[in-house]
């Protein structure tokens, strides 16, 4: 009988050929997790990969941090979808999947596969590609490999791994996410991913208190996430010659209680490319800017992508 059954799915292979072969594959990846009513998902580079879809327009994606998903856009979604298609994406092993950090395909990389085909399979041409923190490694890594589907790179505190000049603060920066990534892990091994996320948010932060402050719906988007610190291996290396190839418009942002290692970045950045422009500065906003002051984070945002 096995015989048999093999012998039927290689006629249909020689019947149908390769392509509807793997339409069929790609019918078999299927969500095993509950999908929110305003998610969709679609099969891409074997997994179901879930983002928020509204408007019509030139596009807009969005790429969350770390422990976050879709929802850290939630005051940008409505807003940006009344002159734009926005798309905003929860990566690889993000909610709505509940991940234990057990696998090996999470990476900056892969995670910049996977938005850069999503973008070609939902054939949104060149799109204003925003990446938040660890989303905005993903997104320059996007850049560095699938450069034909950027008009514009947003980088509000932008996560960028780059040879740094030999001084204290230099160093201190460069070092910054893998302690920031390490704590994490450690911590989540203790088994109280609530204390994880504390300790994770405030370093984050440059800021002791700032998970005490956060909503609670912000705070269950991040415990949501917590476990996939466990699957996180840093940052691909960005050197200068990646950057002077890039030949699309880039925004830089900031908040002004942000940790200045991100201005640091860009600072560095601007060395290797000097047209980069000057980092705009988001009033009265932390990290979380997009959270912190949406109003200014919006207006910057949409200010520029409507430039371009």
């Known amino acids: 009988m096995r015989r048999y059954l093999l012998g039927l799915y290689v006629l249909g292979l020689s019947f149908f050929g390769p392509s509807s072969n793997a339409q069929l ?8 997790w509950s999908i929110p009513p305003e998610i969709k998902w679609e099969a891409v580079n074997g997994y179901p990969m879930a983002y928020r879809d509204a408007g019509s327009g030139t596009p807009i994606v969005l790429v969350h941090g770390s422990i976050n998903d879709y929802r850290t856009w939630n005051a940008q979604f409505n807003v940006f979808s009344e002159t734009h298609r926005v798309i905003a994406v929860s990566l690889r092993h993000f909610y ?3 991940w234990d950090g057990v696998g090996t395909d999470f990476s900056i990389e892969q995670h910049a596969d996977d938005v850069a085909a999503l973008i070609e399979k939902l054939n949104l041409g060149k799109v204003h590609l925003v990446g938040h923190s660890r989303g905005g490694a993903v997104v320059i890594e996007v850049a560095k490999s699938h450069p034909e589907v950027i008009r514009t790179l ?11 000049p030999e001084t204290t603060e230099a160093k201190e920066a460069a070092g910054s996410t893998k302690k920031l990534v390490g704590t994490l ?10 204390k994880a996320a504390e300790v994770f948010v405030d370093m984050a932060n440059a800021a002791p208190g700032t998970w005490l402050k956060l909503s609670e719906p912000v705070k269950e988007m991040i415990l949501a996430n917590i476990y996939t610190g466990l699957g996180d291996k840093g ?4 050197s200068c010659d990646d950057l002077k190839k890039f030949d699309f418009p880039v925004l830089l ?20 490319k000097d047209d980069l422009p ?3 500065v988001i009033p009265n906003a932390g990290h979380a800017m997009q959270r912190n002051n949406p109003e200014a984070f919006n207006k910057v945002t949409l200010a520029f992508v409507s430039q371009h």
Request: charged share 30%; proline share 12%.
């Open 96 to 98: 709505p999947e509940r």
């Open 278 to 280: 000057q980092t705009i």
């Open 235 to 238: 940052r691909p290396l960005t």
């Open 154 to 164: 947003v980088l509000p505190d932008a996560s960028i791994e780059m040879p740094m």
């Open 185 to 194: 892990q450690t911590n989540l091994k203790t088994g109280d991913p609530v």
């Open 25 to 32: 594959l790609a019918q078999e990846i299927k969500p095993s």
């Open 253 to 272: 942002m900031t908040g002004d209680k942000s940790p200045k290692k991100f201005e640091l970045f860009y600072s560095e950045m601007r060395k290797c």
